[in-house]
């Protein structure tokens, strides 16, 4: 809780409190002096009317004197009570706002830890704060395990170190969820931004200014200088750390659009080559199938000859056969008429020997 400022009691203040009863009070009845004992009127004392004289200066007894002072005392006490207990009230609400101020600027910073990459919060369980050794920067889940798959060998996004390591980041997990509970509770979705604070009210009738009995801590609305800084500074931070990210991603992706502008120019060539080789091969198949046509249109006389040399050729075969056939048979006819005449001529030989 925030400190009391010390009771003072200003001079102006006692001068009003001493009034205020003064004029409450009632004065005693002006005392004229004694009339002497002669009759004549030179006798009496001479008045002056001046501005002096019209002031009229009692000597209260002691009783007045001191209920005047108890009364005094007894204003100044209720005085100082009152203005003691707005500066209490004052400085509970300046406790209550600081707190609000500090919550609210937590809940800033959490709201404002988001993925680099993606520009999300980190918000479990799809997207749990994933942190990276040895570099030590944090990024969820999901875009790392995707930048791991599209780059090889991984290495991290903002400072390009080659990734050792990952482990789930449980102290910004925990903090993160205990934040979306508390916005669930507040009836508001994770991607729906945080409620304006209200502004701290003024302490109502007690604390005066440094004119009063009591000296009121000065009251805070909004943020100070030095909070106000630190909030820039944590976006400059942020807004830093994703223009390095994306940075760092345009370079990848200018190596890479150069990786793939060299193979598609190497495409390119083999497209020409295979281009020039169809070209070739329409060339090469025109003309084969110009053979083709050409061959074709032979092979109708070819094949009609050919048909006709068949035939010729079955009609010359079935002439061998034939004579084949009688050739068989002139031929068994001679060596019949061979051996008859062989086994009749030793016989006739004989018989022309016998008759010479």
Same mark, same amino acid.
């Given at each position: ?6 009771? &003072? ?153 080659? &990734? ?11 903090? &993160? ?23 701290? $009210?003024?302490? $109502? ?61 190497? $495409? ?89």
């Amino acid at each position: 809780m925030a400190q009391v400022s010390q009771t &003072i009691i200003s001079e102006s203040a006692v001068e009003d409190v001493v009034a205020e009863v003064t004029k409450s009070t009632p004065s005693p009845p002006a005392r004229l002096p004694p009339r002497s004992s002669g009759g004549s009127s030179s006798s009496r004392p001479e008045v002056h009317l001046q501005q002096d004289s019209l002031r009229v200066r009692p000597s209260p007894p002691s009783e007045t004197n001191d209920a005047l002072l108890s009364r005094v005392t007894e204003k100044l006490a209720i005085r100082m009570r009152e203005e003691l207990k707005a500066e209490l009230d004052a400085a509970e609400r300046s406790r209550k706002a600081q707190d609000e101020r500090v919550d609210a600027m937590l809940a800033q910073e959490l709201q404002s830890n988001t993925c680099p990459i993606c520009y999300e919060l980190m918000a479990p369980p799809d997207k749990n704060p994933v942190l990276l050794f040895p570099c030590g920067h944090t990024f969820c889940a999901l875009c790392l395990a995707s930048h791991i798959k599209a780059h090889s060998p991984p290495r991290c996004p903002y400072c390009r170190q080659d &990734i050792v390591s990952q482990a789930p980041n449980h102290a910004l997990k925990n903090l &993160i969820a205990d934040f979306l509970r508390k916005k669930a509770q507040l009836g508001l979705r994770p991607d729906d931004p945080l409620p304006p604070q209200p502004p701290p $009210q003024a302490p $109502q009738g007690g604390a005066r200014s440094s004119g009063g009995l009591l000296a009121a801590p000065p009251s805070s609305s909004g943020l100070t200088a030095n909070e106000a800084t630190q909030e820039l500074a944590a976006r400059l931070r942020t807004l830093e750390m994703r223009c390095r990210v994306m940075a760092n991603e345009l370079e990848a992706r200018h190596r890479e659009f150069a990786v793939l502008q060299a193979q598609r120019q190497q $495409q390119a060539v083999r497209v020409q080559q295979s281009r020039r080789n169809l070209d070739d091969a329409q060339l090469q198949l025109r003309a084969a199938q110009e053979r083709v046509k050409a061959a074709e249109a032979r092979l109708a006389p070819d094949s009609e000859e050919l048909g006709r040399l068949e035939g010729e050729e079955n009609a010359q075969r079935e002439g061998l056969e034939l004579m084949g056939a009688a050739l068989h048979r002139l031929t068994d006819e001679y060596d019949r008429l061979d051996l008859i005449l062989r086994h009749a001529t030793p016989a006739q030989g004989a018989t022309d020997a016998s008759a010479g």
